[in-house]
């Protein structure tokens, strides 16, 4: 049953609809534009442009990669310029080539000007999630094994990294402390001397959702299945044969036990090596560098005067 699910990832209409609310969207935009037009001011277009004309921008891509981003993107002209004419040349999460019009403004002058970098940020960084989990998802293409992010996403943006993810064609792991159960090896420590499995259970019988162990070799590995988590998560462990016979015997053991669990990678996983973690026969792959390394997508804005 790889890939499917085991309840853990959340409806994707249902998560791309939550994070693109009108609210939600209006109070990112108004944040990152108090950061650069304190009190609504821009002192170089007020001393350069005191009669500035309206002005038509183009966006393009300076490399080829997956757009995302774009409802923020419009927000931000549309906060500055209530009459911005706004034209979208593609859609979100499509793949686009060097050269390629992303979105086309006309609006007045100053509010372009205004409203360019902020537009730009969330363009770019979203995109640039949304190409590198593409890449991913595309590494493991026909393997049932799914791409998921973790937290180490750029702090009060959590929200819009993990729906770039989604964008991408990735998963969703937990959003934050409060939603799920992750049993790491910081936690197994600080337990002590509570046994892993121990711990394990204690979780397993206290929480009121899956738990998600992490397991450092075999012997956790089966404990953590023997102890009743829904995921067991290999960390740092080379794709390998010796791999594959691990998760071999996990499937088993859950099997003997009546069980369904779901086996995840994790750590030091790159598109290099993704696909052979894919082939040992993992279900999920967790990405760090999805969010915590990503270069933002290529991209720029050139603006003309327009009557």
Do not use: W
Request: charged share 20%.
């Amino acid at each position: 049953m790889r890939g499917s699910g085991f309840g853990f990832e959340r409806d994707s209409g249902n998560f791309l609809r939550m994070i693109l609310a009108e609210a939600v969207i209006g109070d990112f935009v108004s944040r990152a534009l108090r950061e650069d037009l304190a009190d609504g001011l821009d002192l170089t277009s007020q001393l350069c442009l005191p009669n500035a004309p309206r002005g038509l921008a183009r966006i393009t891509a300076r490399e080829a990669g997956v757009i995302a981003g774009l409802p923020l993107a419009e927000h931000a002209f549309g906060a500055q310029d209530s009459g911005a004419e706004i034209s979208l040349a593609c859609g979100e999460g499509e793949a686009v080539e060097l050269g390629q019009l992303v979105m086309s403004v006309r609006a007045e002058a100053k509010a372009l000007l205004a409203a360019e970098r902020t537009a730009l940020n969330f363009l770019q960084r979203l995109s640039g999630i949304a190409s590198m989990t593409r890449a991913f998802v595309d590494a493991v293409a026909g393997t049932g094994a799914v791409i998921l992010e973790t937290r180490k996403t750029a702090p009060t943006l959590r929200a819009l990294d993990k729906y770039a993810v989604r964008v991408g064609g990735g998963q969703n792991h937990r959003m934050g402390l409060y939603d799920q159960v992750l049993i790491k090896e910081n936690h197994i420590a600080l337990a002590a001397p509570a046994s892993y499995a121990e711990t394990v259970a204690r979780a397993v019988q206290g929480a009121s959702a899956a738990v998600i162990a992490e397991a450092r070799s075999l012997d956790e590995a089966r404990m953590a299945v023997e102890s009743g988590a829904a995921v067991v998560m290999l960390d740092n462990m080379e794709p390998s044969k010796e791999l594959a016979e691990v998760i071999r015997e996990i499937r088993q053991l859950a099997a003997k036990l009546g069980r369904q669990v779901a086996i995840e990678a994790s750590g030091g996983i790159n598109l290099g090596n993704v696909r052979g973690y894919a082939d040992c026969g993992v279900d999920r792959i967790s990405v760090g560098a999805l969010t915590h390394s990503v270069s933002a997508l290529d991209l720029s804005m050139l603006v003309e005067a327009r009557d």
